[in-house]
């Protein structure tokens, strides 16, 4: 039996270009956002990221520690005490503590010349050498008394900055703290000095009274032996009559 055959027309089984450039595109973009949604979370690199972020908080808050202040400050009373002790240096009532004043007083009081001086005025500085040798020595027991005063509290102000230093959460701390005792050695070098120099007053005042005394003796015996001397009158009787009885 004859079958008829018929063979598709070209055009209708002709494969559509455009669909296939389009459907292929579609699967390499498809692939390739799939590939690039499988490389999002890389663990090595996250934890890398936090230590070194871990790191940079750590270098911070030592930073800030190292900064930190000491809590613990004694700045004004050793201020206030250093300041009493220059004043107290200054306050002296014997001999002077001023070149100016030391060149008045001894101009006044200790001169090396006398020759021009008359008896009354070598009196008068006599007086005022012993009046001046005694306010200088009560310079140095005053001194000693009010250093003395001020020195109560530097013990403790010294402690208190052990304490501070030994208990430092910084470095800052820590050197503040070492400043502190610093200052309190300050007050006791001041101190010292201070004591020094009423001392050093005093016994200059005393080589400088009795240079001036010795001076003064000097003159009073040049001037007893440079006084003319009168030769004594004849008795008025006549001592020979009664000397053959």
């Known amino acids: 039996m004859w079958i008829p055959f018929s063979t598709p027309s070209p055009r209708r089984w002709r494969p559509n270009r455009s669909a296939a450039v389009i459907v292929a595109v579609t699967a390499l973009m498809a692939a390739d956002g799939v590939q690039a949604q499988q490389v999002v979370f890389d663990p090595r690199n996250h934890m890398e990221n936090a230590l070194q972020a871990a790191r940079q908080l750590e270098s911070l808050a030592n930073e800030a520690r190292s900064l930190a202040a000491s809590p613990y400050s004694h700045l004004a009373q050793n201020s206030q005490a250093l300041q009493d002790m220059a004043e107290l240096a200054r306050s002296a009532r014997g001999l002077a503590a001023s ?13 090396d010349d006398l020759s021009g001086a008359d008896a009354l005025d070598m009196l008068e500085q006599g007086r005022g050498r012993v009046a001046n040798a005694r306010r200088t020595a ?42 502190q005792m610093l200052a309190v050695l300050a007050e006791d070098l001041a101190a010292l000095r201070v004591l020094m120099l009423a001392q050093a007053r005093l016994m200059s005042e005393g080589a400088a009274r009795d240079a001036a005394e010795r001076t003064a003796g000097a003159e009073a015996r040049r001037r007893a032996w440079a006084r003319p001397v009168a030769d004594p009158n004849p008795p008025a009787f006549d001592p020979l009559s009664n000397a053959r009885n």
Not at 99 to 111: H, I, M, S, W
Not at 138 to 155: F, H, K, M, S
Not at 171 to 179: E, G, K, L
């Open 99 to 111: 070149v100016d004043g030391l060149e008045r007083q001894f101009a006044d009081l200790y001169p």
């Open 138 to 179: 009560g310079d140095l027991a005053r001194t000693a008394a009010e250093l003395e005063r001020l020195g109560q509290g530097r013990g403790q102000r010294l402690a208190g900055a052990l304490n501070a230093s030994q208990s430092a959460s910084g470095q800052t701390a820590a050197v503040q703290s070492s400043n």
